[in-house]
């Protein structure tokens, strides 16, 4: 897929469509990749980010304000960090592919950048701050409600989730432990696939491009399975 197709498919998925594209190529264009040629700040992400960090700020604080009334200051505070922190924003990008987009220099690209998480929640608050520029308030917090502030609860209990199962099975007295089923591909692009082991009972696995996005993925499964088997 070339990058324009990537654009297209990236404004069909979003229901918005740039009115001036060359806004969404400068938020999907890494340092690195723009310095190849020259480096002025308006050739890369950035800026763009430092904007999109503001704009997706306020819009949670919105939606937080509005839709939790009666609750305190402290656990809006909490929950807006859950949200807006990079393994939930990477979380988010993912739910469009954005990473396959990043226009990334070839250092870059062969030392993994296209996975670093750092980079990746990054672009997602620089497509943010290009689409205020782009549309104006409203047109970022659609994009906002639509892919951080939907289904949040989930979001963050994903993100956390190791944590989570950690406090679930000290609580119960289980023991728990974390494996590694396989490991496959090169270095700059791995896929490892981690299990959780319960009391000598493997319960589920995750896959990840690194061993700790696949144990979360491992202990969200483990937690919904362990969970339920409580309901019967
Ligand atoms: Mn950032």
Not at 1 to 10: E, Q, S, T, V
Not at 34 to 63: K, M, Q, T
Not at 143 to 150: D, T
Not at 219 to 229: M, P
């Amino acid at each position: 897929m070339n990058n324009m197709d990537g654009y297209a498919l990236f404004e069909e998925k979003t229901g918005y469509h740039f009115k001036d594209p060359s806004l969404l190529k400068k938020a999907l264009t890494h340092s690195s990749y723009a310095n190849e040629s020259r480096s002025d700040p308006d050739d890369y992400y950035e800026r763009l980010e430092f904007l999109g960090d503001a704009v997706l700020e306020l819009c949670v604080s919105d939606h937080l304000y509005k839709s939790l009334p009666g609750k305190r200051e402290g656990y809006m505070t909490k929950l807006r960090a859950s949200l807006v922190c990079e393994p939930t924003l990477a979380m988010c990008a993912s739910l469009l592919d954005l990473k396959d987009l990043i226009l990334l220099g070839k250092g870059e690209e062969q030392t993994g950048g296209r996975n670093r998480e750092s980079i990746i929640s990054d672009v997602f608050e620089a497509v943010i701050g290009a689409m205020y520029l782009d549309g104006g308030i409203e047109a970022a917090r659609r994009f906002i409600e639509k892919y951080v502030l939907e289904d949040m609860y989930h979001k963050i209990e994903f993100v956390d989730s190791k944590t989570n199962l950690q406090e679930y099975v000290q609580e119960k007295g289980y023991v728990l432990s974390y494996e590694l089923i396989s490991e496959n591909g090169p270095a700059h692009n791995r896929e490892y696939v981690m299990g959780t082991v319960v009391n000598d009972e493997r319960i589920a696995t995750g896959k990840g491009r690194s061993k700790k996005n696949a144990e979360q993925e491992a202990a969200y499964k483990t937690l919904l399975i362990l969970r339920n088997r409580e309901k019967d």
